[in-house]
């Protein structure tokens, strides 16, 4: 699972993008609507994955013995990657779930620019930036403790 992850934001990301673009650039905001709701789905289940085979079927720990970047019991650059990558991680799903639920109640059917246009471009930046800085530093904890 935590390969399937790193390999899920690898292919996120670009979509991501994709989607911004479509919506800032071409106009076509039914299909940000739609890529964008996907996405949140897709990540909703490998989140809601990752996370309950992390809890209840692998101790990550027992995969990061090997590496030398990783020491139980106290303070390393594994664990100090964790901590960062958490401070993304952790608000990144409340603050994009926001977006999208704020974006479905307030735009109209179908999507197009409203009254609301600036404030979700404010929000949705800052969620697409926590996305990136998520991705980013879950990378640098994969590597640190997984494959260094």
């Not at 399937?4 to 940000?32: D, N, Q, T």
């Not at 590496?67 to 958490?86: A, C, D, E, K, T």
């Not at 639920?101 to 009254?115: E, I």
Request: charged share 15%; glycine share 2%.
């Amino acid at each position: 699972m935590l390969d399937f992850v790193f390999v899920a934001m690898l292919a996120i990301l670009p979509i991501l993008a994709w989607s911004i673009y479509l919506a800032k650039y071409r106009r076509a905001y039914e299909w940000h609507k739609r890529i964008q709701t996907a996405l949140a789905l897709v990540l909703l289940v490998a989140v809601t994955a990752f996370e309950l085979e992390l809890r209840l079927i692998t101790d990550w720990k027992d995969l990061a013995d090997p590496s030398p970047y990783f020491q139980r019991g106290q303070w390393n650059p594994v664990w100090f990657s964790l901590l960062i990558h958490l401070c993304f991680a952790i608000p990144t799903p409340f603050l994009w779930s926001y977006v999208i639920v704020m974006a479905w109640r307030r735009f109209p059917q179908p999507a197009a620019p409203s009254d609301y246009s600036r404030a979700h471009v404010f929000w949705a930046w800052l969620a697409a930036s926590g996305m990136f800085m998520t991705a980013a530093t879950g990378w640098v904890f994969y590597w640190l403790a997984f494959v260094a």
